[in-house]
């Protein structure tokens, strides 16, 4: 962590009283209920909570990959929720990075070509300082010319982090990222987004439910059953643990 903040000024998404339900009548489930959450430019945030607190439907409804029930999520001083299909998938692919557990490289592709792919999708040149700048800090230079099978789990996260970057994203989301990885591979990709959000003024997002991962952030929002409850700043393990055992111990709000 490097103990700076980003400011109020430097806000680059917000979820305003998300709410997100599924089914219907007695099996309706709430999902999300009236969750607020502001992201800055620079900040790597955490979102942590139990199974089923609504982590991954709050990364999902402000990447977009879902529309929530109720409620607003804002991209800059663009509302997702007033964005047809059309438009919505190409602010998720020119604006917004993805990481996520499984790495979803293509197999028939190069680590070069599968870091490039957003590019081609978008129909832009890549920067090649940029790329160069990347390759580097994941230490990825040898093995661009290699495909996903002839790589380590850590070394196709990272190129699936390299991918995420490559268009200059104005946020990554990262969902439970590092659950494939073994502990040493674990740290390098965590080091490198700590890295991404400090030296390359990244915003990062990252679902998991590991207190070790959530230390690298620069705060951890905790969600149970679908509502905020709590925010560390400058979290530590021992800190992230604490806290969970606190709010497994809180009964839900009417």
């Known amino acids: 962590m490097n103990g700076v903040h980003p400011t109020e000024g430097d806000q680059v998404a917000r979820a305003e009283e998300l709410t997100k339900a599924y089914g219907e009548g007695e099996a309706r489930v709430l999902a999300l209920r009236g969750v607020n959450a502001t992201f800055h430019r620079g900040g790597f945030t955490a979102v942590m909570g139990p199974s089923g607190s609504g982590k991954s439907t709050l990364l999902h409804c402000l990447a977009g990959l879902d ?60 920067d090649p300082d940029w790329l160069a700048r990347l390759v580097g800090l994941l230490g990825l230079t040898g093995r661009l010319d290699h495909r996903p099978a002839q790589l380590s789990g850590g070394q196709q996260q990272r190129v699936a982090c390299a991918r995420a970057l490559v268009t200059r994203p104005e946020v990554v989301f990262a969902d439970e990222p590092t659950g494939n990885l073994d502990s040493h591979a674990s740290a390098d990709l965590l080091r490198f987004l700590r890295r991404s959000a400090d030296e390359l003024g990244q915003t990062v997002v990252m679902v998991t439910h590991d207190p070790s991962a959530a230390a690298w ?21 021992a800190e992230v643990l604490r806290v969970m055992r606190e709010l497994s111990a809180v009964p839900e709000a009417a």
């Open 217 to 237: 952030a620069d705060r951890a929002l905790f969600l149970v059953d679908g509502r905020r409850r709590h925010t560390v700043q400058d979290p530590t393990p």
């Open 67 to 126: 529309r929530p029930t109720s409620g607003r999520v804002h991209l800059g001083d663009v509302e997702l929720g007033a964005l047809g299909d059309r438009a919505l998938t190409r602010l998720r692919r020119e604006r917004l990075g993805f990481v996520f557990q499984q790495f979803n490289l293509l197999p028939t592709l190069t680590a070069r070509e599968n870091i490039l792919l957003p590019c081609g999708l978008a129909r832009t040149e890549p």
